[in-house]
């Protein structure tokens, strides 16, 4: 039998107690999004995920004009099959030098353009290819539950309660309201935001315009969130090419430039549960920092969506609105693109356009980098769209998840 | 629960005292000697000061639900909670033996156990 090493003290030398402090290195303007791509498909019946991967990263590459052969690394999360990265760089047919496959669930993807920048700004790779696909509709991975090699810790002090993400996400909920006097009419708007942006894509799964009555009259799925209170599941994936100012420079798209990103991780701390906010207070707070700017600065923002009680918790992390005011942030409207004082998700967001592989990270630097682009739907095209925002929130918002956030700018 | 999963927790000697007591009706927690401060789930090492000298805490069986939420779509629905207790930790359970319409934050429950899958789990009623 072997015993627990015995540290009698451990000595902890406060380094992290601002967990805000600005690095003295950092990626401001050290690289821009040359490429995206999201999968047309909503339902990959008889499409295995390897596949999914590569017309996302040839998409992707095809729409920055560069190839197979430019690519120096490669960056996956937990959705990809096999051994990651490595097999996937396998089927693709990679030769990459730098690698990283951070898994933060959902928001892994957000994460990984931060490390793409940072791998760039370090001189370890110079043209990053970030992928992302599942197919929760037809088959691979349950939804939200990777299969794990090795059990997590809390597995039996969790699970024999049966913690679905709906109910975890409902506890969430039912303490803001119980905080803030937050009501379901209120969260029902963020969902009537994501319709109103879905009726002009043609790719989205629910285009219908819905009613903040459709969404409290559909059926309780875990108190207090109703069936439209969530996303959708939905087969497909997306792709994201980051590469150095040199490259950029020789590229013909309209150039996206990062401006600042953060990262953080909020936990179950030993029983110290507090849901009245998540991990994106610290992620966000990072971002802006490094970019120099406020929330205020922002005119577009993707905020992950997996429920629509995600979305409220991260305006008030962001600071977009004050602790407990998210609710009526987002009421009458708020989050409409043109007449909103906040236009989110113009692509539907998960709630109504896509979710794949029950990740929602990918999808929200898509449609950030679009509107910085220009190229979103005119409908919902916000004017003079110079800076813009793409949050996640990975994992359960309840227990434990990763937030990332990524602040970019039109170059 | 397949049986590798629970040889899996039988076979952590850091949990034996925890499934012991578990089986004859206590929640055992986590105090640090180092920090003072309780944790839940247990572990060995103290998860804020990471010393090793972490002694078993008996709970008093009170406890406060922090949060609720009912899984309508279960077969049967069923009540999840973080249920806050006295001695600091919260922890996630299930209210069992309740009316879920009367469910609210800052109720008083108290604890008693179920067998899940022949593992004894800490559950809560109301008080």
Known sequence: MTRAVNFQAVVSFGLNSTRTEFPTMSIKGKAYIAGIYEHPTRKAEGIPIAQLHAEVAKGALQDAGLGLRDVDAYFCAGDAPGLGGLSMADYLGLDVRHTDTTETGGSSYIVHVNHAAQAIAAGKCKVALITLAGKPRTGGAPPGRPPMAVQPPDLPFEMPFKPTVLNIYAMVARRHMHDHGTTAEQLAWIKVAASQHAQHNPHAMLREVVTVEDVINSPVVADPLHRLDCCVVSDGGGAVVVVAPEIAAQLQRPKVRVMGAGEAIKHMAGGQVDLSYSAGRWSAAAAFAEAGITPGDIKYASLYDSFTITVLMQIEDIGFCARGQGGRFVADGGLISGVGRLPFNTDGGGLCNNHPGNRGGMTKILEAVRQLRGEAHPAVQVKNCDLALAHGTGGYLGTRHGSGTLIMERA | ?127
């Open chain 2, 1 to 127: 629960m397949s049986d590798k999963k629970k040889d899996a927790f039988s076979a952590d000697v850091a949990l034996e005292a925890y499934w012991e007591a578990a089986r004859g009706g206590r929640l055992l927690l986590k105090n640090c000697g180092a920090c003072g401060k309780t944790h839940y789930y247990p572990r060995p090492l103290c998860p804020f000061c990471m010393s090793s000298d972490t002694q078993w805490l008996e709970a008093s069986g009170e406890g406060t639900i922090y949060s609720w939420s009912v899984e309508r779509r279960g077969t049967p629905p069923y009540a999840i909670a973080f249920v806050a207790l006295p001695e600091g930790p919260t922890l996630l359970t299930n209210i069992v033996d309740c009316d879920f319409d009367a469910l609210a934050i800052g109720q008083k429950v108290k604890l008693g156990f179920e067998t899940r899958d022949d593992l004894p789990v800490p559950v809560f009623r109301p008080a």
